[in-house]
Structures are given as structure tokens and as C-alpha cells.
């Protein structure tokens, strides 16, 4: 007996099917194509919608997806590849959180809104890292660095302190996200950045009275060989913590117990970061002593909120190596830190009110070299029996550096530039009356009005954003205002610097 399949299970291809349905070869191979059109579209949405749903923390590069750019403000500074102008559109979109992809946004490392405790903002399935500021300026901006390479290299998510240390900083903490654009070093870092901001609501812990208790490790003592004891700064008073340090090993230090240099490196530090050797220390109490907190309690180094009391002095090789080419504190974290929309708009104003005040506001404000003239501080270096003034550099061996820098941007771009701005933090008037002899320009920030929230940090961060807007750039050999200027200059603007010996 011979069975033949039913005419409804003809395939497509079959006259029978044809007559049946009266559609047409054509017709068929349209349906066909749509239908595999829908079915792998559908694929496609399932797949991203898949990992923008999943909590699991997967590779960020594989979740980077493209986005539109919208139209960005017109000063928003970035590479600069226009000779005439110090400012150029941006091809970056503007600087908000939504614009991240979801292994790199903040909500998905906290629990939700700030907490009076801060544990209970954080996820049981992360770790995470802070530390505390204590230097100056554009120092406690290292200290960041190093706080965000070393979360980096240990796999932990790290926590920022506001900025605290430079003038009255007791009354005007402020937020790392304030100045830098924290969405934009998170996108082109490809690493996720929280700030303490985010997960302890400080208003309220202070109204109420809550202080965290946390155990965090004391290198400084290792670093110091001087130390009676950890750093301690304001930072983790304002934070309402209550610290409790154990001394770190020796071999945290470059250069174990030597007076004459503080660092530790990168790959040690994260090593203490690491289960197998915080158990190996704490298991010699009398080598590692753990001090205890305001309260009483001796805590332990905290697992999931790694804790170290000050990493100004950390390095990837040799000491102060921020400075060096292959620096990858800079090349991965730093080199990122633009500053935010606003600011930029800002510092572009004060140049443009300096060296075009006529123009219109829309144009872009004129070509000029960056000077910085580094006294202030640096005066307790000089001889005391001495004249002031003869310590430091004369504004000859600027000008002469100006004059390089100035026939080497000529060079290669065929622009001559001819405005020089001067930024110090001297007061005396006879000092700026030679300045302004020397045909060199002042950005004025003490005649401007300080922008809303900036309250006594405007100045030094006038000074640092109008730095950064040269195409070219002359500092003061040894000053970290300097060294950061100088790298944001010729990173960013791709122009020429140089240094000038201050004494």
C-alpha cells in the first residue's frame, strides 16, 4: 500500500498549494523575506534587551551601544584640531548619565537613593573602595586618580570623596562631579564611578547624628617612617565615619622603611585588596596592630568596602611617575576628567572676556599661550634673609619659553599665536604690573562674579580650565597645577609646553 501525504501538507513549492491558496511564486518569496526580516529583528531585540535587564556585571565594551548626538553647547571644549580657535565643538554628546550603558551607570552598583548608613545603599554583590584627601588642589585630583586605578586593578567599584583640601574646606566640600564630568570619564574609561554622594545622605546623617563605623588600612605609617600613626584628614569626619585602622605590611612601600621617599605602588596596594594576603596580615596582630575607632571597636579591614587612609603617594614604578609618559593612572583615568559642560562654558567666558571682550559671545575666543607662575607656597623654600622676588623665576625665562613654544606652534600649524595669559597666586602688584609691561594678559577672576556653587574654589579652578583651553602651554617646573595643565594641554589640544625652572 502506497500512503500520499494529504494536499494540506504540500509544501509552498507545490502546484497544489499554489492553486489552493492563489498566491503567486512572487508573492511567496515576498513573504518569505519579510518573515525572516521579523523573525531576526525580534532575535536582535530580545538579545539587548536581555543584557539591559540583567543585573549580572558583564564586560562593559560588550554593552557599549551607538547613540545620536545631539547638538553640543558651542563652547564645549575637546580635541582641537581647528589652528584659529583654542575651542571646538565637541563630537560627544552632552554629559548625562542616560547616555551610559548599563554596566557603567551608578544606579547599578547601589541599592537606590542615599542612605543616612551608607551600607545599606550598597550591593552584596559588589565591592567597592574608598579613601580620604588631605594635599592641595590639583594633589587631592591625583589622589582620585589613584583611588579610581587602583578600584580599576583590584575589581572594585570606587567611592569619591568630595574635594576638601584647599582653602576653608570645612565650609565648601565639593564634589569631584561638580567640576569634572563624571559621565564622560566613566564612558571613555570604561569604568564605573560612584561618589559618596550617591550612596550616604549626609544632610540627614548629620541632622540625625549616624556615624558609620569602618575599618580601613593605615599605609601612611608604612610611608612615612616618621608617622606616630595613619593619616588622618577632615574628609572621613565630614562623611561621618568612624575609622578604625590596622597597620599595613612593609612591603606595601617602594622602597621599604626608607625616609627620603613615601610611595607604594599600584599592584601592592591591590594586593592588600585581595582575600589571601589581608587574611595573612591579620593573622600576625602584633606585626599588623589594628587601632581602634572613636567608639571602641577594633575593626578589621573592611572586605567589601576596601578602605586605605591616604593614596596621594602611590605609583605605577618609581616615585611622582603621575608625571611620566607611560603613567597609567593618567593614560586610563586622568586624561579622561574633562571638565563639566558648565565649567567649560565658564572658563571659555572668562578667556574670551579677557582676550576678545567685544566679540560676539558666539564666536570662539582667540588662539593663546598658558602661562603659570608658581610662588605662594613655594615661597617657604626660598632663603628667608633673602629678597622674595629672587627665588623664584624671572618672567625673562618665561618669555623665553613663550618664544618656543609660540615659533614650534607656528611651525606646524602655520598660525602664529601672539596673546599670552599669566596665571599665579601672586598677590604682590608690582609683580603683575611687570606682567602686564611684558605685554601679557590676566584673567581677572576676582572682578567676576563666582558662579553659583563654586564659592572659594572658583579662583583655582578658573585658573585651571583657562589652562587647559591653550594651545600652548609654560609652567612651573615641580608644581602639580603646573604638571596637570601641562598634560591637558598637549593631550587634549595636541599643543606645546615646556617648564620653566622656579628657582
Known amino acids: 500500500m502506497v500512503l500520499t501525504a494529504p494536499t494540506d501538507s504540500c509544501p509552498p513549492s507545490s502546484p497544489v498549494w499554489a492553486r489552493r491558496y492563489n498566491v503567486t511564486r512572487a508573492s511567496r518569496r515576498r513573504f518569505l523575506l519579510v518573515a525572516s526580516f521579523i523573525i531576526c529583528l525580534g532575535s536582535v531585540l530580545a538579545f539587548f534587551r536581555f543584557y539591559e535587564t540583567s543585573e549580572t556585571l558583564v564586560d ?37 548619565d542616560q547616555y551610559l550603558p548599563i554596566s557603567l551607570r551608578p544606579e547599578t552598583y547601589v541599592r537606590g537613593k542615599p542612605t543616612a548608613h551608607f551600607r545599606d545603599s550598597l550591593r552584596d554583590d559588589v565591592k567597592y573602595m574608598t579613601s580620604f584627601l588631605g594635599a592641595g588642589f590639583t594633589n587631592d585630583q591625583i589622589t582620585l586618580g589613584n ?32 567640576i569634572f564630568d563624571l559621565p564622560r570619564l566613566t564612558r571613555e574609561s570604561g569604568i564605573p564611578i560612584l561618589e559618596w554622594s550617591m550612596i550616604k545622605d549626609l544632610d540627614r546623617a548629620w541632622s540625625e547624628g549616624v556615624v558609620d563605623e569602618l575599618g580601613c588600612w593605615n599605609i601612611w605609617q608604612r610611608q612615612d617612617i616618621t608617622a606616630d600613626g595613619p593619616r588622618r584628614t577632615y574628609t572621613s569626619e565630614l562623611l561621618k565615619l568612624d575609622l578604625s585602622h590596622t597597620l599595613a605590611p612593609g612591603w606595601v612601600k617602594l622602597i621599604p622603611n626608607f625616609e627620603h621617599d613615601k610611595h607604594s605602588t599600584f599592584w601592592t596596594l591591590a594586593k592588600l585588596l585581595f582575600p589571601a594576603a589581608r587574611a595573612s596580615a591579620l593573622a600576625d596582630p602584633a606585626e599588623h596592630p589594628t587601632l581602634p575607632a572613636h567608639s571602641g571597636a577594633r575593626l578589621p579591614p573592611d572586605e567589601q568596602m576596601g578602605c586605605i587612609d591616604y593614596l596621594y603617594y602611590t605609583c605605577a614604578q618609581e616615585a611622582l611617575d603621575f608625571a611620566q609618559d607611560y603613567s597609567p593612572m593618567w593614560r586610563d583615568v586622568m586624561t579622561h576628567a574633562h571638565w563639566t559642560p558648565e565649567v567649560a562654558r565658564l572658563g571659555a567666558s572668562l578667556v574670551r572676556a579677557t582676550l576678545a571682550p567685544h566679540a560676539p559671545r558666539t564666536s570662539p575666543p582667540p588662539s593663546f599661550i598658558a602661562l603659570h607662575a608658581r610662588h605662594g607656597d613655594f615661597a617657604q623654600y626660598c632663603d628667608p634673609a633673602g629678597p622674595r622676588g629672587a627665588c623664584f623665576a624671572p618672567l625673562s625665562a618665561f618669555a623665553a619659553e613663550v618664544e618656543r613654544v609660540r615659533d614650534a606652534h607656528e611651525a606646524r600649524t602655520g598660525v602664529r599665536v601672539e596673546h599670552v595669559v599669566m596665571t599665579s597666586d601672586e598677590r604682590d602688584p608690582g609683580w603683575w604690573a611687570e606682567v602686564a609691561a611684558m605685554g601679557w594678559h590676566r584673567v581677572d577672576v576676582g572682578a567676576a562674579r563666582t558662579p553659583a556653587g563654586f564659592g572659594e574654589w572658583w579662583p583655582v579652578i578658573a585658573d585651571a580650565v583657562v589652562q587647559s583651553m591653550a594651545v600652548g602651554f609654560v609652567g612651573t617646573e615641580d608644581s602639580t597645577f603646573s604638571l596637570a595643565a601641562q598634560r591637558r594641554v598637549a593631550e587634549w589640544n595636541g599643543g606645546e609646553v615646556a617648564m620653566v625652572k622656579w628657582r
Open 60 to 96: 562593559p565594551s560588550r554593552l557599549l551601544l551607538p547613540v545620536s548626538d545631539p547638538v553640543p553647547p558651542s563652547d564645549f571644549p575637546n580635541n582641537i584640531n581647528n589652528t584659529n580657535t583654542t575651542i571646538n565643538n565637541s563630537t560627544l554628546p552632552p554629559s548625562h
Open 147 to 178: 583611588l579610581i586605578y587602583l578600584s580599576k586593578i583590584s575589581g572594585r567599584v570606587p567611592v569619591l570623596p568630595p574635594l576638601t583640601s584647599h582653602i576653608d574646606a570645612q565650609k565648601d566640600p565639593l564634589d569631584f562631579s561638580r
